[in-house]
């Protein structure tokens, strides 16, 4: 082989090889999406991807994720930026915070189509256990995995303290797992939302109130990412508290199933999608659709659930995630991380995406200021509660609040106005202030 020859051929190498490409080089595409989902999803579908994405275009994809924290902040940050620039703003994606976002999104106008083709939504279900799996009117929107919400556990630091471990969401607001809990501030975390969402739709809205009450007057912590809620119970921090599945199963799996557990409440939580859609006006149409059309395939979905390793499993993570797709557990059941199979999972209740979604901001915003901005207030009022012997009535008291269920989706569809919101947030403010002042004054002279 001549040298000119050798030389054209190591160049040719090089440019399929991407060497000294960077994100906007003629070389290569690039695709920016804005995610709430840790360093493992985000390494193994960029992989993933890009591999697909070369195969088919002969270019090589780099990904730029951005970080603006957990679903809750990222749907303030669009929103934000939107306002700001309504042609577009400079994000082709959003992967990942849920399903109820989505919702939200596509209401706002923020969304555009992405139809993927018929081989592919023949192979999933257009809903599970009652909530949609994928906009079936528009296309806006896909659930690309399923998630489930539950209670981690330390057996160990149970045990010491003598606590029996707790396996529901009424466990958490016991009276005797005060100061031992773990929870989060929904306005930073549309998975610690979802968990809270889900307590009002199981108990009901008085009910699920008085639960969510005590989980945050027992709370030893709030975090503002669902992933420091874990890292606290596996340190023996918290005894317990509220967590995605596949965070509580990862965490399980690293100390040790003789410390931790996590469990589903019975007939009290759901298996929910958890989405990705394409934003409007983004800089790479064209690869954003291609992104959500292989995350949905087959290819894509065995990332989610196979364990690290496997031919068509992910190559250094494990994601322990479910997959949408039921004939995977059909076909390769023993491929799958975790041993459950969510298309055979019976739920006690029927998950109401469109008053979740409608709610979203209300409901994080009536735990922010009632329970989470006023926690010395109440915790003040449930200590001498607890001290006073736990008489009756009083929890339902210090668990009140400013509306019924009714008012607060009527609300809801008014949250967007900014001064209704700030006007009705310093009301409930006040609220919360004078019914703990009330409570600890009256058990104070009981």
């Not at 399929?16 to 193994?44: A, K, N, T």
């Not at 960029?46 to 195969?55: A, D, K, M, N, V």
């Not at 930026?81 to 976002?101: A, S």
């Amino acid at each position: 082989m001549s040298l000119m020859c050798s030389v054209g051929v190591a160049l040719v190498m090089l440019a399929l090889s991407g060497f000294g490409c960077g994100s906007g080089d003629i070389c290569g595409d690039r695709l920016v999406i804005l995610s709430p989902h840790w360093e493992g999803i985000q390494r193994e579908f960029e992989r993933g991807f890009g591999e697909h994405w070369f195969s088919k275009t002969g270019r090589n994809l780099s990904i730029e994720w951005l970080d603006q924290g957990g679903g809750s902040s990222i749907m303030r940050f669009i929103r934000s930026e939107f306002k700001n620039k309504p042609d577009g703003i400079g994000v082709d994606m959003m992967f990942g915070g849920g399903t109820d976002p989505y919702f939200t999104l596509k209401d706002g106008g923020y969304l555009e189509s992405a139809r993927l083709s018929d081989d592919i939504l023949k192979k999933i279900p257009t809903t599970f256990a009652g909530v949609p799996l994928y906009d079936t009117t528009d296309f806006t929107w896909y659930g690309a995995t399923m998630s489930g919400f539950g209670v981690l556990f330390n057996r160990t630091t149970a045990g010491w303290t003598g606590r029996k471990v707790p396996t529901s969401w009424d466990d958490l607001s016991r009276p005797d797992m005060r100061g031992w809990v773990g929870a989060g501030d929904p306005r930073h975390s549309g998975s610690v939302h979802m968990a809270y969402e889900i307590m009002l739709q199981a108990y009901g809205w008085q009910k699920g109130w008085d639960i969510i009450t005590g989980i945050c007057a027992n709370a030893k912590l709030f975090a503002r990412s669902s992933t420091t809620i874990p890292q606290a119970v596996a340190t023996g921090e918290a005894i317990a508290g509220m967590s995605i599945d596949f965070y509580g199963w990862t965490t399980v799996d690293a100390v040790g199933s003789y410390h931790l557990g996590f469990v589903y409440p019975a007939d009290m939580t759901v298996i929910n999608p958890d989405g990705m859609g394409m934003l409007r006006g983004g800089p790479n149409p064209e690869a954003a659709r291609e992104f959500i059309s292989f995350v949905m395939s087959p290819p894509g979905q065995r990332l989610w659930g196979f364990r690290a390793g496997l031919r068509g499993g992910p190559k250094k993570y494990a994601l322990g995630r479910f997959s949408i797709m039921p004939q995977l557990y059909d076909t390769a059941s023993d491929s799958f991380i975790v041993d459950i199979n969510p298309f055979e999972w019976s739920a006690g209740f029927v998950y109401d995406n469109a008053k979740a979604s409608s709610r979203w901001s209300l409901v994080n915003d009536m735990i922010g200021t009632l329970l989470v901005d006023s926690h010395g207030e109440l915790t003040q009022a449930w200590d001498m509660w607890i001290e006073a012997g736990a008489p009756d009535g009083v929890r339902s008291e210090i668990a009140a609040v400013p509306i019924t269920e009714a008012e607060g989706l009527e609300l809801g569809g008014k949250w967007w106005d900014q001064a209704l919101r700030n006007r009705t947030i310093s009301g409930w403010a006040a609220f919360a202030r004078k019914k703990y002042e009330r409570i600890v004054s009256i058990i104070g002279k009981g």
